[in-house]
């Protein structure tokens, strides 16, 4: 048995033979075809459309979001401006594979330049250019296979395109080379409860039919796991099973201390599901994704009709909305439009929406319109807070414009180190990990290079935590989490012991943190986030979070 690391996302653990994904094509060479150019373009216009053709019937019979996803990728390779440059290059005597490479490369950089959702569909081009490439060269289109039996996809990364259309009867897990947790694999993979094990350089290693485990929950990639380990993973599949389907009550540990179960959300559309999977409430609401393909502002009214949509489903409880979270990531045209060597390191969040007061104004005066219109309790935050100045400026703008309870998301270590200061000047508080993390191990929360040092496990994000936990203790403030730690079972009852009053995460992980919550007490909680505080590192401090829970239900039971 040989053990590959990696960063596990959620609990889960599958176990089957690994099918690796094709890698991509290498460049065509540039050199003269020696067909002329009518037949080579005959073969370039011929695999253009069966590559059209095939993404159309995938999208038909995927539905939903990768419908349109295969849809858009169909129209780029029928696309007639690009058949014109094909043509064009086949005309200066470039082979069909060369001419198609060059064409999709050159509309690549274009769409690319633009920055934002237009940028991010330079992946997609990519991914067409490449399978007419193979089908000219008579070789498998790279991407996902589909061998006919259940397996465990073993892919680089994986394009946008493709974890849209995975088949989850077939992909027991997934395990990626490159990639952080917060990656777009990741956050795939957590929302449809897939197995994955991300950043797993190693795996690069493993080879098709290779049996292995694929454990989350521990970060790891068992190669030929021995029958004892193949038991305990049946073992703990039963339990989860048994977990999800327990009745859903309200999120509270072993003692009767309550500790609401929110959902992360960006859309309504996701509403339903999120109160069948019994979130209370909503935590953090990303009104960014509503209008990442917005040319402009939003007016009052469409964001109005959104968010009165959004309260209407979870009247009577409570519905925590943050305004635009621009930049970075997730840059908006309508607030990002200056050019930034360090986009995390911008004008983003809370300081864009300065920079652009009006937008922000409007975004304030639509939501509290929707309140006055429905019956949730609306809360309101700020993102990318850095300052008890910005704090103030954020919760008396939202004050004049009608919002009642205006607070401000914890994600930059400065507002962590004065938190006392910072909840002094707002209604609550919500500490984002994902970025809290990227900004205090300065590790970019996209590259999978530094994917290690993401971890909110450290000890040093955690000291952060527990600041702001004690500043809300101190103040009376509440204090939720709203990044993907709190999705994280044993991190969440860490959470909680640092003083979290309320965690939020992807709908599909409320399951899991409930029952893990309920198996301690307040002061078990509180002993194994000191034990996690106490180490060096980020696998140590979840390493001593395991030895102190297992000490705590060993207590509970009565073992010795
Ligand atoms: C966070 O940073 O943890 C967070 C919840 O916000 P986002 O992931 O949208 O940046
Ligand atoms: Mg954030």
Redesign the pocket.
């Known amino acids: 048995m040989n053990e590959i690391q990696g960063i596990g996302i959620g609990q889960g653990v599958a176990a089957g033979p690994v099918i690796r994904m094709a890698e991509p094509l290498p460049e065509p060479v540039d050199r003269p075809s020696h067909l002329d150019a009518a037949r080579e373009e005959e073969r370039a216009k011929a695999s253009l459309a069966v590559v059209a053709d095939e993404l159309q019937r995938r999208g038909a019979r995927a539905g939903g979001a990768a419908k349109d996803v295969l849809e858009a990728q169909a129209m780029m390779a029928e696309d007639p401006t690009l058949i014109t440059d094909v043509v064009a290059r086949l005309a200066e005597g470039k082979t069909a594979e060369r001419a198609v490479y060059e064409a999709f490369a050159s509309f690549r950089e274009l769409l690319a330049g633009m920055g934002g959702y237009l940028g991010e569909r330079a992946a997609d081009l990519d991914d067409v250019s490449q399978r007419v490439v193979a089908h000219l060269l008579k070789v498998p289109a790279p991407g996902v296979p589909d061998p006919g039996h259940p397996f465990v996809l073993v892919a680089r990364d994986l394009a946008p395109a493709d974890t849209a259309v995975l088949d989850l009867e077939q992909v027991l897990a997934l395990v990626t080379i490159d990639g952080g947790p917060?990656s777009h694999t990741a956050i795939l993979a957590r929302e449809q409860s897939i197995v994955a094990v991300v950043g797993a350089a190693d795996a690069a290693s493993l080879a098709d039919g290779d049996q292995v485990l694929v454990d989350a929950e521990h970060d790891v990639v068992v190669v030929a796991p021995d029958e004892a380990r193949l038991a305990e993973a049946r073992e703990r599949i039963a339990a989860r099973k048994l977990a999800a389907e327990a009745p859903v009550t309200p999120g509270a540990l072993a003692d009767g201390t309550a500790v609401p179960l929110l959902a992360?959300l960006g859309s309504v559309a996701g509403a339903a599901e999120a109160l069948r999977l019994g979130a209370e409430g909503v935590g953090?609401f990303?009104t960014e994704f509503l209008f990442l393909d917005a040319e402009r502002a939003p007016s009052i009214t469409e964001q109005q009709e959104q968010y009165t949509k959004l309260l209407t489903e979870f009247a009577g409880k409570k519905v925590v909305v943050r305004v635009l979270?621009a930049g970075a990531d997730k840059p908006l045209a309508f607030l990002n439009d200056a050019e930034e060597e360090n986009p995390a390191l911008g004008l983003r969040g809370i300081r864009a929406l300065r920079h652009s007061e009006t937008i922000l104004r409007e975004q304030l005066t639509a939501l509290a319109a929707a309140d006055a219109a429905t019956e949730a309790e609306l809360w309101v935050m700020a993102?990318m807070i850095a300052t008890v100045e910005e704090t103030r400026y954020f919760t008396a703008l939202a004050t004049e414009l009608g919002i009642r309870t205006a607070g401000v998301?914890v994600?930059v270590p400065a507002a962590a180190l004065l938190a006392d200061r910072v909840l002094g000047a707002c209604a609550f508080a919500s500490i984002?990990?994902?970025?809290?993390t990227q900004y205090t191990m300065a590790a970019d929360r996209l590259l999978g290079t530094v994917a290690q040092l993401q971890s909110p496990w450290h000890p040093a994000v955690l000291r952060l935590i527990e600041e702001v936990g004690a500043a809300g203790a101190r103040t009376g403030t509440p204090v939720g989490i709203?990044?993907?730690a709190a999705a994280d079972p044993l991190l969440a009852v860490v959470l909680v012991g640092l003083g979290a009053t309320s965690l939020s995460m992807s709908p599909s992980a409320l399951a899991d943190v409930r029952a893990s919550l309920a198996r301690y007490g307040l002061d078990d909680a509180r002993a194994i986030a000191r034990a996690a505080l106490a180490a060096e590192g980020a696998a140590d401090a979840k390493q001593a979070a395991v030895t102190a829970a297992a000490s705590a239900t060993a207590a509970r039971e009565g073992a010795p």
């Open positions: 917060t992360n953090l990303r979270d993102p998301m994600e984002g990990t994902n970025d809290l709203c990044g993907e």
